[in-house]
């Protein structure tokens, strides 16, 4: 570590002093940490063209005033102990988000939300019913760890060059051949654009064609992940109802930059849209000359017939750009999702993210490229999907054994369920907190990062379960759990008057 000190001979301090001085304001200013590592006594000297000697006198008499600890033989390290002085906001700095969150400093123009990216964890939830989460432990490490020896070997000099902020042309070569196969859209590799995620892909969107005020589209209920975004660039939000269908395509509105669906598993309902409605809502871009952004997130898992072909493959005109991710299908700490881009957006699009980051990692997108293309991604997806499609039939028959009938949806694909609660049931947020009682995490709408008012209906009559995590004996022994936790919400909501489901659960 070279320290920012500057000595100047002809000052009235002597050299001894003016390091001592100026490195006493490093570490009282919190530039250097406690514990952080003094250089050594000849480096630094000879950093600041001294004698030793006048770096060690220095060091002494900053170890005799408590600023530094001398740990001989190891080195010279800043105390643990020392003092800060941590400048202090005036109380008016503080202002407030339009979520009553603070912003420390008034000058920060930003006033946004963030969804929750991960649950803080929770060392009392033994059996976590999050959404959206894949199997860690079904992570392709081998095939990963060959191709990774491989591609260092042989094209190492990659990894230190900012490639083209469009992405790696052979990732989008594979990604451009994917979806053609497994989506049904024709596209060309020069209309791919690599992004950090679908996140990302949001936010360069937003960045094309949300200024104060835009109105756009959203699903209701939606991803707040999405909402957030748009809200965060000054849009405003008009909303378009979700029914047991998906978003309804009758009502769409007039003068709007784009609508933001989730056609294949709706989130957060798991509603796939039927093709006409589909058609529909092409149709109503083109003449409205809207956008559709379409999120296909979790598609890749679809289990007792393949998924209907993407909006995507039916959009003619260029109104529709396609957002896809490898955070389900293998998982979100790769960071690398993909969007599939009408030709007139592409130069703005790719313009945008290299403002955004320069490009997306290198290596990331190379070994995604060997993995796709060599054909070990559609082995991973077939061996998940199976196992993910045992682990949902566990479930929803786990849940009929303890509660009968259900009124389920989104089992057809994806990695969870909403299920719809019969009326005389406890509340999903008493649910939620009698089941984290007992280790136990299902959730509301609201706390899985759904858009929904929170008096609405649907948040207090549903719950999500997000079951890829959890193997078949988890799945029995939680849900075995969950009956417990809603038979003792249920007993202390209604005390004096028994449901009829509780009857038949005693
Ligand atoms: C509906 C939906 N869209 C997008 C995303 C974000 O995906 P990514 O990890 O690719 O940014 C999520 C994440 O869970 C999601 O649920």
Redesign the pocket.
């Known amino acids: 570590m070279q320290l920012p000190l500057g000595l100047d001979a002809n000052a009235r301090a002597s050299l001894q002093a003016q390091i001592f001085e100026q490195v006493r304001n490093l570490i009282v200013d919190g530039r250097l940490q406690p514990g952080a590592r003094m250089p050594a006594t000849r480096i630094l000297a000879s950093d600041l063209g001294v004698s030793r000697n006048t770096v060690v006198l220095a060091y002494e008499r900053l170890a005799a005033e408590g600023f530094v600890e001398m740990r001989s033989p190891i080195g010279v390290f800043v105390a643990r102990n020392v003092i800060f002085d941590s400048p202090r906001l005036p109380e008016a700095s503080i202002a407030s988000g339009r979520d009553g969150s603070t912003y420390r400093d008034r000058r920060i123009v930003f006033r946004g939300e963030s969804h929750t990216v991960a649950p803080s964890p929770d060392a009392s939830i033994r059996y976590d019913y999050w959404?959206?989460r894949p199997d860690a432990t079904l992570f392709p490490a081998k095939a990963w760890e060959r191709i990774l020896h491989q591609t260092l070997q042989e094209h190492g000099p990659g990894v230190s060059a900012y490639c083209d902020p469009a992405g790696l042309l052979e990732l989008r070569r594979a990604v451009a051949q994917y979806v053609g196969v497994a989506r049904g859209i024709r596209a060309r590799p020069d209309q791919i654009l690599i992004t950090?995620?679908?996140?990302?892909?949001?936010n360069v969107l937003a960045r094309l064609f949300i200024g104060h005020g835009t109105e756009v589209a959203v699903e209701y209920p939606c991803?707040s992940?999405?909402a957030n975004v748009f809200t965060s660039y000054g849009a405003r939000l008009a909303t378009v109802n979700v029914d047991r269908e998906g978003v309804d395509t009758s009502r769409l509105p007039a003068d709007i930059a784009f609508i933001y669906v989730?056609p294949s598993h709706q989130?957060p309902t798991g509603a796939t849209l039927p093709v006409e409605r589909r058609a529909q809502l092409v149709d109503w871009a083109e003449r409205a000359g809207a956008y559709v952004l379409e999120?296909d997130?979790?598609s890749d898992f679809y289990y007792d017939s393949a998924p209907l072909p993407a909006l995507k493959s039916m959009d003619e005109a260029g109104r529709v750009v396609y957002?896809g991710?490898?955070?389900?299908s293998l998982g979100?700490g790769l960071?690398?999702?993909y969007m599939v881009l009408p030709d007139c957006l592409v130069e703005a699009a790719t313009v945008v993210k290299a403002l955004l980051d320069n490009c997306s990692p290198w290596l990331p997108q190379k070994l995604l490229a060997e993995f796709v293309t060599s054909g070990a991604f559609a082995h991973h997806l077939r061996r998940t999907r199976t196992i993910y499609r045992d682990r949902r039939d566990c479930l929803l028959e786990v849940l009929r054994e303890h509660f009968g009938d259900l009124d389920v949806s989104g089992s057809q694909g994806g990695m969870h369920v909403m299920w719809r609660l019969p009326e005389d049931f406890p509340d999903a947020s008493t649910i939620q907190r009698e089941a984290r009682r007992r280790g136990v995490g299902v959730y509301d709408l609201l706390s899985c990062?759904v858009r929904v008012r929170r008096d609405d209906h649907l948040n207090a009559r549903s719950l999500l379960l997000g079951y890829a995590t959890l193997d078949e004996d988890a799945i029995t022994d939680s849900i075995a759990l969950l009956a417990n936790a809603i038979q003792d919400g249920a007993a202390e909501c209604d005390a004096a008057c028994p449901q009829p489901w509780q009857r038949s659960m005693a």
């Open positions: 959404v959206g950090s995620g679908i996140q990302e892909a949001l991803y992940g999405a989730t989130f999120d997130y979790d957002l991710t490898f955070s389900k979100a960071r690398i999702g990062n």
